[in-house]
């Protein structure tokens, strides 16, 4: 384990020469029991050929941020706010006709599950067709061969037959290999890869993560790679979000927030997580309680209940005081930077052995 | 290689070296595949299981590991009874219960224990809490001392929930409440074993944690053996003193903790290990092998001749396909460290001079950014 | 494919054979016969035993069965002349080959079903669409409403009413009367849009809540996102990717109600006073009529088999998972 001797000096992406940006992204579904705040003052920026990853578990906002920037959520129970700035074109406002030009394009998605992701009803070939015919007017011929180019690339055997098969001819590997494919059918400059790997089996997710970090260096093509395994994202991304009820809690280098994290739920998430080369007779610290329920989330910070270490902070800060997250390397916490040296090194490095 | 094992296939030793709790022998499930015309009939068999060996000690977690399709949910079922098993033995405190009647079982099943994977749909979500644990106790007509109720009380608060909550439905608690509950339910009747099957991988990464530590109170505190079966390799490492290794119904490597994760013999472990993702903490750890296999595990119904994972391995030779490897301790292996293997690999983890990469697609790529 | 239909003939020709036994068996157990009935009160033993011996009451029990049988098959011969297969036997009641007097009523039934039908699903499923399409417009919220009360109704309440308002009071429009399609179009139409229309109003309720759900249920699916995501414009992935699984439990649906029609609706029959297969059922059960009871048992099941087969032939076409498997 490094020792934190580094100042935080790390560059941060910054606003303009970044290619994607997300500024004070808010997206609330209105639904029977209330007001659903899923992502809550949202802000990030991704690089050019780089891979931002995105952590958190269940119910942080993480996927819906990734909806929200394909614009895939539904209009009539669903208020936007903020900016998603996509090299230059702002993605909020855009209109539907804009956004279909981009999506599939510009920027593409691969789902989690390949089995439910990709139709039934018609065959892998023509799936992977239609997008690049729509976007790029190539006539049904030159979308085929490309299609079997990237159905090849990306490992299908057979491309030339496979590419007559429907969905569930193909194994679950297979599939989500396909769905890469499509992705890159017309050579998006971002891919969204949300939980890409959850739904598959460890070797075969291994071969699948590996064949998209190769791609992304052929292709060029930023990605978001959304994820609750940190060990995964410690193979695939440059930089790391993490997210907490909607919010993002810390923000850094992949390196930088794994080796010397600063928010306490990411301590929590990292000392929860048992390793292939820990101590086995270490007792794993879970985070204690559960995620908060978004319609009604925590006042202060969104952590304060299931934290440990809120009686450092003086008055009641962590109860009314929403922590800003600042730029750069940052995390939203009232703990100073002191205190959170001192925790990291003196109480969560000891448990991550 | 294989000629210079040094044990016989069977051994009796549970690694613990204490009394043996569960042995399975041999263990085959197959479920029949009907079709045909004009006249259905049986026209194969999806080889769940095939010829499964294991013991559990007493007050021992041993963990079973391996993908989607290698049979480690059904041998749970099998053991537990919830399935017959086509053949084979399964031995309970010495007494064989392979295909024992309902009757026949009723002393067994209490002490016997399961806990499921999806904290959801594995209470039934019109009774309460109270009644979900207790009736157990009403099935098999226990009555503990200071009556059923308060027995449900402490167990409730065993497992870490309030004791006020006996009332409350299971749609009120959250994912790792839930399991909690489950837990509380499988100790009702104090079993001597329970058999976990994937009993934290539908919860989030912060709640895991709290159910392993519940899991591993429970193991220590009561002294009851688990068969925990899991995908996760560091979970199962963390909660398991041995460890099988399991690929299309067969058990490919059995052994200790320290022999499965840091002296694996068998290519497949090697493959498996190698393809856990984990936090790279710092720089200077042992870099880890790096094993990528083509395709995915084949489909149980035409499983490989001989060995079963010859088929994605790298060592694989012609002996591979005609002459299934045995189970057996080979030279170099730990007592109680059996490797099914005709050409196994070097015990250790550690990075090798050149990566194995099978995959077709991984292998283009790579080669393309190397010239560059 | 072609195996597929082959086992499922098959299985539906000994579907047929037992409903066929079961309906015997049961009508024969019942405590009456035909022929007392037939006799009056003032029966004497003889003449009970010739009317017994004219409609082959005497014949043992097997026999009158595997008479009855062989003859849907084989045709068969009655002293009063020659009934061709498929030959459902002669009415005791009134000596009509039942066959030619199912044959009678058919066309009406028929019509009835068609003409509502080709209502019904294109109205139905077309508001459906255009419901889920708009979902939460004042579209949506308009024909979901109308439909739910609509849905609700029964033709023995909806006939009537529109019976009293067009035929009775004001008379803008003739009682409900069946004229052959092939004889004279207009006049077909004109004797049957009433019954026709209340029975599509009803359907056309069912349909289009039904397509309504299961489209909404479709475009919450996954590869309809993926779809999206890649692109595709909303409408093309409306029609293309949505709608083709949402008329999965439409055309179940339509199997069941298609078999039921044609097998008859004794309630719509009474409501406008025609005459179709129903009410021919309910007179066959009525008067003790062995044969004419049994015909149209066997017709109706024929029916329910047949749609049974044709709605698993549609499911193969739609999904090529069932195609493929």
């Not at chain 1, 997300?22 to 920026?45: C, H, N, P, Y």
């Not at chain 2, 290794?245 to 022999?259: A, F, N, P």
């Not at chain 3, 009934?83 to 044959?103: E, N």
Request: hydrophobic content about 40%; overall charge negative; charged content about 20%.
């Amino acid at each position: 384990m490094t020792t934190l001797t580094k100042t935080e000096d790390a560059p941060a992406p910054t606003g303009p020469e970044s290619f994607l940006s997300v500024r004070d992204l808010r997206v609330q579904f209105s639904t029977e029991d209330g007001i659903v705040k899923a992502v809550d003052g949202l802000s990030f920026d991704v690089e050019r050929g780089k891979t931002l990853g995105i952590v958190g578990e269940s119910g942080s906002g993480k996927s819906v941020t990734n909806l929200t920037i394909l614009g895939l959520h539904n209009p009539r129970s669903t208020t936007i706010d903020g900016e998603i700035v996509l090299d230059g074109k702002e993605l909020v406002t855009a209109t539907e006709k804009e956004l279909e030009k981009l999506r599939g394009n510009k920027m593409a998605m691969i789902f989690q599950d390949p089995l439910t992701a990709l139709s039934p009803y018609y065959t892998v070939g023509r799936q992977l067709s239609e997008p690049y015919m729509k976007h790029t007017g190539a006539s049904k011929k030159e979308a085929k061969d490309r299609a079997i180019q990237m159905l090849e690339k990306v490992g299908i055997p057979q491309p030339k037959v496979r590419f007559d098969d429907y969905p569930h001819q193909f194994s679950g590997g297979m599939r989500q290999r396909a769905m890469i494919a499509m992705a890159l059918m017309c050579d998006p400059d971002l891919l969204i890869a949300d939980e890409p790997t959850t739904a598959l089996d460890v070797t075969v997710q291994a071969q699948i993560l590996d064949l998209l970090k190769d791609l992304q260096q052929e292709f060029g093509s930023a990605i978001i790679f959304i994820t609750h395994d940190l060990g995964v994202i410690s193979n695939m991304a440059d930089d790391l979000l993490v997210m907490y009820a909607g919010r993002a809690v810390e923000r850094g280098s992949v390196k930088e927030v794994l080796r010397t994290p600063k928010h306490p739920y990411t301590w929590g998430l990292l000392s929860s997580m048992p390793r292939l080369d820990g101590d086995i007779h270490a007792e794993l610290t879970p985070i204690p309680g559960t995620p908060p329920s978004l319609l009604n989330p925590p006042s202060g910070c969104p952590f304060h209940p299931r934290c440990a270490f809120t009686d450092k902070v003086s008055g009641s800060l962590c109860t009314n005081v929403r922590p800003p997250l600042g730029e750069g390397r940052a995390s939203a916490c009232h703990l100073t930077a002191e205190q959170k040296q001192t925790i990291f090194i003196d109480e969560i490095q000891p448990r991550l052995r | 290689m294989s000629d210079n094992l040094t044990l016989p296939a069977q051994q009796a030793a549970t690694g613990t070296g204490s009394e043996t709790l569960l042995e399975v022998k041999g263990l085959t499930k197959h479920f029949p595949i009907y079709g045909g015309f004009p006249i259905k009939r049986k026209v194969g068999a999806v080889q769940a299981v095939d010829g499964v060996d294991l013991t559990v000690g007493v007050g021992e977690s041993v963990g079973l590991v391996g993908e989607s399709g290698c049979g480690k949910s059904t041998t749970g079922r099998l053991v537990t009874r919830l399935l017959e098993p086509t053949s084979g033995q399964i031995t309970y405190a010495g007494r064989d219960i392979t295909h024992a009647s309902r009757r026949q079982l009723a002393p067994v099943r209490s002490e016997i224990q399961m806990i499921f994977q999806d904290p959801y749909s594995s209470l039934n979500p019109r009774q309460t809490v109270g009644t979900i644990i207790k009736s157990p106790m009403e099935v098999n007509g226990i009555n503990p001392e200071g009556g059923r109720e308060k027995k449900v009380r402490e167990l409730l608060e065993l497992v870490g929930l309030n004791p006020e909550h006996y009332n409350r439905f299971p749609h009120e608690f959250s994912g790792g409440q839930r399991q909690r509950i489950g837990v509380a339910r499988a100790l009702a009747l104090n079993p001597k074993l329970i058999v976990a099957d994937e009993p934290v991988s539908a919860l989030d990464v912060s709640i895991q944690a709290q159910v392993v530590n519940l899991l591993q109170k429970v193991q220590d505190e009561l002294g009851i053996a688990f068969l925990f079966i899991a995908h996760d390799l560091a979970v199962v490492r963390h909660f398991s003193q041995r460890v099988a290794v399991m690929y299309l119904g067969k058990v490919v490597e059995v052994g200790d903790r320290d022999s499965i994760y840091n002296r694996p013999r068998h290519p497949y472990t090697h493959a498996l290990l190698s393809a856990v993702p984990e936090v790279a903490m710092d720089d200077e750890t042992e870099e880890r092998e790096r094993i990528r296999l083509s395709g995915d595990v084949p489909s149980p119904i035409h499983p490989p001749s001989g060995c079963r994972f010859r088929t994605r391995c790298w060592k694989a030779q012609d002996k591979c396909a005609t002459e299934e490897p045995p189970l057996v301790q080979i030279s170099g292996n730990r007592d109680g460290h059996l490797t099914a293997c005709h050409f196994p690999e070097e015990p250790t983890t550690e990075a090798r001079d050149e990566d194995v990469v099978l995959d077709p697609a991984l292998k283009a790529l790579e080669k393309a950014q190397d010239k560059h | 494919m072609l195996q597929f239909i082959i086992r499922r003939t098959v299985g539906a020709i000994v579907t047929l054979f037992l409903i066929g036994a079961a309906t015997f068996f049961l009508f024969v157990a019942a405590p009456s016969d035909y022929a007392s009935l037939a006799c009056g009160r003032d029966c004497s033993p003889a003449r009970l035993e010739d009317i017994r011996e004219a409609l082959g009451l005497n014949l043992p029990i097997a026999q009158q069965f595997w008479d009855f049988m062989s003859g849907i098959v084989t045709g068969r011969d009655f002293p009063d002349g020659h009934c061709a297969a498929p030959c459902l036997g002669q009415s005791f009641y009134s000596g009509d080959m039942v066959f030619d007097t199912i044959m009678d009523r058919f066309p009406l039934t028929l019509s009835l079903t068609a003409g509502a039908m080709i209502v019904f699903l294109t109205v139905g499923i077309g508001a459906g669409m255009i419901s889920a399409y708009r979902r939460g417009s004042a579209i949506d919220k308009a024909a979901t409403g109308a439909s739910m009360v609509l849905s609700s109704m029964q033709i023995y309440f909806l006939g009537p009413i529109v019976l009293l308002i067009f035929v009775y009071s004001t008379g803008w429009v003739e009682d409900p009367k069946y004229v052959p399609f092939t004889e004279d179009p207009f006049g077909w139409l004109a004797g049957l849009w009433i019954p026709m229309a209340v029975m599509a109003t009803i359907f056309t309720a069912q349909y289009t809540r039904m397509a309504r759900a299961s489209l909404i249920e479709q475009l919450a699916e996954e590869h309809v996102r993926t779809a999206r995501a890649k692109g595709m414009p909303k409408k093309y992935v409306f029609f293309r990717y949505a709608w083709r699984g949402s008329l999965i439990p439409i055309v179940t649906v339509l199997g069941i109600d298609l078999s039921a029609l044609l097998g008859g609706g004794v309630v719509t029959e009474i409501t406008f006073s025609l005459q179709g297969i129903g009410r021919l059922a309910v007179q066959g059960a009525t008067t003790k009529d062995l044969p004419l009871t049994m015909g149209v048992m066997l017709f109706g099941a024929f029916f329910i088999l047949l749609l049974n087969i044709l709605v698993d032939i549609v499911y193969a076409w739609i999904d090529p998972r069932v195609r493929l498997s």
